[in-house]
């Protein structure tokens, strides 16, 4: 049966708040969660973006919940940083912790004034990086000169069980690739076909870890209310990954999307008032091969969804087996 969990957008909601929202959501029944890490959100009206790390602190310790983030080492964290991050998250809470690693976002990575480099070369340096931090996580003492430069890096503070690295992915290649190095993969809302695609590709490529799909939602009380939540809160999901991966500001979502029709959204978000149809489209999600389902609603108002999905889908939801 897919495991069930809450994802914490910190783009959309204050921390506190985002805080307070994944207490409730232990309390209603989700089983994890996991969180973004950005430095902007994506549309200014979504108006957040918390320090994951800081809050990741916060959401440990006042849950039981396993905990994951998905991140992007080599431009605006180095990954040495990462792993020393890593590392006391998970020393001062054993097997709740994972990350997953990305070749990052022009949005949150051209702060530092670096060049934005191209795909092919953010694929290799995430590689890189990933070698790093693994070393590092083993105890090692560590310096390389390559697309990431390290000098004599070590982390003194160490858990006796090194967190998981999972890599986040969306298409086929990278699902492929990523088999070699992570210990699971994490991917986001695409049409069946293409998600049967990736989780398939990763498997035959030798990935034995826990696939996790992130699946963005909106749910309220009637359905022309859930398709407004949808528009004014994840726009940005109608610009496709290898456009959204390059746009550097939130008001380059806004010139992206200011065209799009309010039906457009249905693709990216599932939207509905039923709690019943999105039990129906979670359980063809399952179905598909994921191990983990990380319920994103795209609304910033998360106490309505938390309670009503914790009371009505997720007790039929348990049953599921993919």
């Not at 020393?91 to 690693?101: I, N, S, T, V």
């Not at 590689?127 to 390389?144: K, M, P």
């Not at 029709?261 to 598909?288: K, M, Y």
Request: glycine letters at 8%.
């Amino acid at each position: 049966m897919p495991l069930v969990g809450f994802h914490a957008s910190h783009e959309q909601i204050h921390p506190r708040a985002l805080l307070t929202a994944v207490q409730r959501a232990e309390e209603a029944g989700f089983q994890a969660a996991m969180c973004s890490d950005h430095f902007a959100p994506w549309l200014p009206e979504q108006g957040h973006s918390g320090f994951a790390w800081s809050w990741l602190a916060a959401a440990l310790e006042t849950t039981e919940l396993e905990f994951g983030v998905v991140t992007a080492p080599g431009q605006r964290y180095h990954p040495a940083i990462i792993a020393q991050a890593m590392a006391t998250l998970a020393a001062m809470y054993p097997g709740r912790f994972w990350a997953a690693l990305g070749s990052g976002e022009a949005m949150n990575e051209h702060i530092t004034g670096d060049a934005w480099p191209e795909k092919p070369v953010r694929d290799a340096r995430l590689v890189e990086c990933v070698d790093v931090i693994r070393r590092l996580l083993a105890g090692e003492d560590v310096s390389t000169d390559g697309l990431v430069t390290v000098d004599r890096a070590r982390i003194w503070s160490l858990p006796e069980e090194p967190p998981a690295i999972f890599a986040a992915a969306v298409s086929v290649e990278k699902a492929t690739s990523a088999a070699a190095w992570a210990d699971g993969l994490i991917t986001v809302a695409q049409p069946p076909e293409q998600l049967r695609s990736v989780v398939d590709a990763y498997r035959e490529a030798g990935g034995s870890g826990p696939v996790c799909l992130q699946v963005h939602l909106s749910y309220a009380t009637t359905d022309d209310e859930a398709l407004a939540i949808a528009n004014a809160q994840w726009r940005n999901g109608l610009v496709p990954p290898l456009r959204s991966w390059d746009l550097d500001d939130p008001s380059d979502f806004v010139a992206e999307t200011a065209d799009a029709s309010p039906d457009a959204i249905r693709g990216p978000v599932f939207v509905s008032a039923d709690p019943g149809a999105h039990l129906a489209h979670l359980e063809s999600l399952a179905s598909i091969g994921f191990d983990r389902l990380y319920l994103h609603h795209v609304g910033q108002e998360q106490e309505r969804f938390i309670d009503a999905f914790g009371s009505t889908v997720l007790p039929q939801l348990a049953g599921v087996r993919a």
